[in-house]
């Protein structure tokens, strides 16, 4: 296997870019609970034809044959998209050459999704879960893939259908692969820290802070989540991606079928398949994901913001990104030994319990954001303004899952919707 792994990497490598241009581009993948009025999961198909209303877009569908699965619109602007989930909408803008033009895309997209919630009398949320409708079948988008991921996986893969992340992309090149691979899934621990929004599910304040990081993490040892080491090279991830099971193999005409077995069998019978590894690293979710499509760095912990303040997560990712050197020497100054080990503990604990975990060094999120901030000032566009909510975060030593969790104990589910809505 490892002449078929060694020509994998050299395929994968060649598809990310040499150089970026004089300033790293990023794109976002939002994601957003849509509920009825009183907070169970709403259902996107009703929000279609609003939303081809107002502007130019193109359907696309899961059966192009048939056309009776409508699952996103392609506009100039943005791509709405429907997510595992019925109750969640996904919107896709970039890519953006700074976190302004980001913000303006967005803020136009979700108006307008917003405007064709409320005329189905449904809310778009700004949080990382539905708030009170369960996983189940039923809240499944019927794509066809997800239901052959549902046959394969059982029923960890419906937490898909609850959760809502806000992912950000940002620029990479090909020396930087196996870095940035390390060191944002390194510091996905600080990330869900300062940005957990997912304490309240099933009708009830949760045992995760982010409840998003917590149940995904059921759906297979290291497949979800901080990867369990760092990696020396590219190779060395790839054997590690390739030893979990492929859940579902794609057909050149289509056709899915179940496999389940790991994907380097596979590989090891038709060798160096590039596409079909591609298809197998898609149904991965590490906290950090490179991406051949893009020649990014897919950074995905992050639950949905509240609405005022929904381009945190974005800054903080991107200042992560750009301040990878200095995080790099400030760990092996703050954590000299194993901080792996350290930080993987640390995750476990952010996960569950938020802000409230011990830091695995005095200081260790104020030196991170601060090192965050001293990215985004490098880029010298102004982005660091974006971080005055995190930095509102850490001086309160709370997150927006605990305003949520506190809400809702205090004032009920009707009082935190009302939080939560975007207008």
Same mark, same amino acid.
């Given at each position: ?10 395929? /994968?490598?060649?598809? @990310? ?6 300033? %790293? ?7 957003? &609970? ?18 081809? #209303? ?9 059966? *192009? ?11 100039? =602007?943005?791509? /709405? ?26 803020? %136009?997209?979700?108006? %307008? ?42 029923? *960890? ?18 020396? =930087? ?29 949760? +045992? ?19 990867? *369990? ?12 991606? #390739?030893?979990?099971? #492929? ?11 179940? /496999? ?14 590039? !596409?079909?590894?591609?298809?197998? $690293?898609? /149904? ?8 051949? =499509?893009?020649?990014?760095? $897919? ?20 200042? @992560? ?14 954590? &000299?030994? !194993? ?30 954001? +601060? ?14 303004? @974006? ?15 605990? =305003?949520?969790?506190?809400? @809702? ?8 919707? !009302? $939080?939560?809505?975007?207008?």
């Amino acid at each position: 296997m490892t002449d078929v792994i060694a020509q994998l990497a050299e395929q /994968y490598a060649s598809r @990310f870019r040499e150089t970026h241009g004089p300033i %790293r581009r990023v794109g976002r993948e939002m994601e957003f &609970p849509l509920v009825e009025a009183d907070g169970t999961a709403g259902d996107i198909r009703r929000l279609w034809p609003h939303v081809m #209303c107002e502007g130019h877009f193109t359907p696309k569908y899961d059966d *192009p044959e048939t056309r009776s699965l409508l699952v996103a619109l392609n506009g100039d =602007e943005c791509v /709405y998209e429907a997510e595992v989930g019925l109750g969640t909408v996904e919107v896709l803008v970039g890519p953006c050459d700074d976190l302004f033009e980001l913000e303006a895309l967005a803020t %136009r997209a979700l108006a %307008r999704l917003v405007r064709a919630a409320q005329a189905e009398q449904m809310r778009v949320l700004g949080f990382g879960i539905q708030p009170r409708t369960r996983r189940s079948p039923l809240l499944m988008t019927p794509k066809r893939r997800y239901g052959a991921l549902l046959q394969a996986i059982g029923k *960890p893969w419906l937490h898909f259908c609850t959760t809502a992340a806000d992912q950000l992309h940002v620029d990479i090149t090909r020396a =930087e692969l196996v870095p940035m691979l390390n060191w944002m899934n390194f510091v996905s621990a600080a990330l869900i820290a300062l940005t957990a929004n997912s304490s309240v599910y099933a009708g009830r304040a949760g +045992q995760f802070s982010s409840g998003r990081e917590g149940l995904l993490g059921t759906i297979g040892e290291h497949r979800n989540g901080m990867t *369990p080491r760092a990696f020396g090279s590219l190779e060395a991830f790839l054997a590690f991606i #390739c030893a979990h099971p #492929c859940y579902v193999l794609k057909g050149s005409d289509g056709t899915l079928t179940q /496999y389940n077995r790991p994907f380097a069998e596979y590989l090891a019978t038709h060798g160096a398949d590039l !596409d079909a590894y591609l298809w197998h $690293e898609h /149904y991965t979710w590490n906290s950090a994901r490179a991406r051949v =499509e893009h020649s990014t760095i $897919e950074i995905r912990p992050a639950c949905q913001q509240p609405p005022a303040e929904h381009m945190a997560a974005s800054a903080l990712s991107l200042g @992560f990104a750009e301040a990878m050197p200095e995080i790099a020497a400030y760990v092996a100054s703050a954590l &000299p030994n !194993d901080a792996w080990s350290a930080m993987l503990h640390y995750r476990r604990g952010v996960v569950r319990d938020g802000m409230k975990m011990r830091e695995p060094h005095d200081g260790f999120l104020r030196t991170m954001v +601060q090192l965050a901030e001293s990215g985004l000032r490098r880029r010298g566009r102004g982005e660091e303004i @974006f971080l005055a909510p995190v930095w509102r975060r850490l001086e309160k030593h709370s997150a927006p899952a605990d =305003e949520a969790r506190l809400i @809702f104990e205090q004032r009920g589910m009707n009082a935190l919707l !009302d $939080e939560l809505q975007l207008r």
